[in-house]
């Protein structure tokens, strides 16, 4: 069983910045895909960006492409977040996941952080 553990959520004004962690308990994490998901009450677990295994390519969901990055450290087990020019739209639990070969999630979800956005 592989355990997530996301944090960095918190408290942001509109146009402030936030920079999530996920760590993964999995000696082989470098072989997985990442991804950032969110979700808001009354709705289901949106891909926001991904990477590859190697960190070399990235894709974004079209609401936050140019506002959020995504990273990882492979030899930290863990993967990143940056997110800029926040707004309320971005309040959601944020949850990390691997990503099989159908680009769907892998592991069972991690507690998730939670991220408000002030206007």
């Known amino acids: 069983q592989v355990h997530m553990e996301e944090s960095g959520g918190g408290l942001a004004q509109a146009g402030g910045s936030l920079t999530l962690s996920c760590v993964a308990s999995?000696?082989?994490?470098?072989?997985?895909?990442m991804a950032w998901f969110r979700q808001t009450p009354g709705y289901g677990r949106d891909i926001v960006a991904r990477?590859?295994?190697?960190?070399?390519?990235?894709d974004y969901a079209t609401s936050v492409k140019g506002r959020f990055k995504i990273s990882r450290e492979n030899f930290k087990n863990a993967v990143y977040l940056q997110m800029n020019n926040l707004n309320p739209e971005d309040t959601a639990v944020y949850y990390c996941?691997?990503?099989?070969?159908?680009?769907?999630?892998?592991?069972?979800w991690g507690q998730g952080t939670q991220v408000t956005v002030s206007s």
């Open positions: 996941n691997a990503l099989n070969a159908h680009h769907t999630p892998l592991w069972s």
């Open positions: 999995l000696q082989t994490f470098s072989l997985y895909p």
């Open positions: 990477i590859t295994s190697d960190g070399d390519t990235t």
